[in-house]
């Protein structure tokens, strides 16, 4: 795509590719209340980036700014050297919002050719994308034609997805897209996403279920307050101290268990918290003390099925970085309160621009129906 002057602001540096947040202040009700406090952040071109954090902690303001949809007090934004709301910047991002509400009246190809149409694709392959992306999303061929208002939760967050894929966006912001999708739909969006990174396009994911943070995310910005408090990188993981439990086949002789318990007691590659008849928990100092623990029990001959981590990185981050902090005892309520008037200005914006989607609370008649 060739960059027109006349679309980009005169501060711009097309040059600079990439996210780049420079101290990002942005209040409501007359300076009263601070969504973001000098907040400062940088994603990489082809990087899948998490959000996390308490509601309240200033995650929705920041995607309301990253958009173009808010306006920050003090600060700065660009997207590949672009200020948001640049054309150019408007053209290559996609937009999934948490509050799904689309034109109900429409089908799911009226409405994803509207929006083709309004992105400035080309109408001789309208249909052709269009249907490349609802099977890209498995929504049933079945529902392609059926009113949007009599579809389910589930439904409705995959033609969210389809439509925020409109024109191969380089840049996708993700706010809880897997809400109401059924197990099939998680695994499903997560290899999307997965495929989508590791073709180039940058992504911002923000969600709450921190284990698909982890699992589609390069790295994981914690935000409280306003501002960044701390950030998780995988890399820094394998050397992070980590508890693991390990199972055992059960289908074994008095001897051998007690055998076993011996073995795993005496070594000294881990610390033993607890023992049973065929499982034990263990704290590591990392990846590698996992895998020589592993590679240990194997060679002694124990029939391992099972070994995992009891909790994610994230949700360590998560308990630590809000240890004694009210907001995250809501953590998995709702979205974020003191952001409501973030809400309040995206869902009155006009989002007819390339991968975006209005952000209105769904009906109630959504509830109770089955997931194509």
């Not at 190809?109 to 080309?122: N, Y």
């Not at 052709?128 to 498995?138: R, S």
């Not at 998680?186 to 982890?214: A, W, Y």
């Amino acid at each position: 795509m060739t960059v027109d002057e006349t679309t980009v602001s005169e501060n711009s540096d097309v040059s600079r590719n990439g996210i780049f947040v420079d101290a990002l202040s942005k209040t409501y009700r007359g300076g009263k209340v601070r969504a973001l406090d000098g907040l400062t952040l940088e994603v990489a071109p082809g990087q899948a980036f998490g959000i996390i954090g308490p509601n309240g902690a200033g995650k929705t303001t920041l995607f309301g700014c990253l958009l173009g949809f808010l306006r920050p007090d003090s600060g700065k934004i660009t997207i590949d050297g672009m200020a948001p709301d640049d054309i150019p910047v408007r053209q290559i991002v996609g937009y999934l919002p948490e509050r799904l509400e689309f034109d109900r009246w429409m089908t799911a190809i009226e409405f994803l050719s509207f929006h083709h149409s309004l992105a400035g694709r080309p109408e001789a392959t309208r249909m052709q994308e269009i249907e490349k992306l609802l099977t890209l999303v498995q929504l049933d061929s079945t529902a392609w034609k059926m009113k949007i208002g009599k579809y389910s939760r589930g439904m409705l967050q995959r033609i969210g997805l389809a439509h925020s894929l409109i024109g191969e966006p380089k840049y996708l912001l993700l706010d809880e897209p897997a809400s109401g999708v059924d197990p099939g739909g998680v695994l499903l969006f997560r290899r999307i996403l997965r495929d989508l990174k590791n073709s180039g396009v940058t992504i911002i994911l923000n969600s709450h279920q921190l284990d698909q943070v982890e699992k589609i995310c390069d790295k994981a910005a914690f935000v409280n307050k306003g501002r960044i408090q701390s950030i998780e990188t995988w890399a820094q993981e394998e050397q992070t101290e980590r508890a693991i439990i390990i199972r055992w086949n059960a289908a074994a002789n008095d001897d051998e268990r007690e055998a076993w318990k011996n073995l795993i007691t005496n070594q000294e590659i881990a610390k033993v918290v607890e023992t049973g008849g065929d499982f034990a928990r263990f704290t590591t100092g990392g990846v590698e003390e996992i895998s020589q623990l592993v590679k240990m029990l194997v060679r002694n001959d124990i029939p391992l099925i099972h070994v995992s981590s009891e909790e994610v990185a994230l949700e360590r981050l998560f308990i630590e970085a809000t240890a004694g902090d009210e907001s995250s005892k809501a953590f998995d309520t709702g979205s974020d309160h003191n952001d409501a008037e973030a809400n309040s200005a995206t869902e009155s914006t006009d989002l007819k621009t390339e991968g975006s989607a209005p952000e209105v609370e769904s009906s109630e008649k959504e509830k109770g129906e089955t997931e194509a």
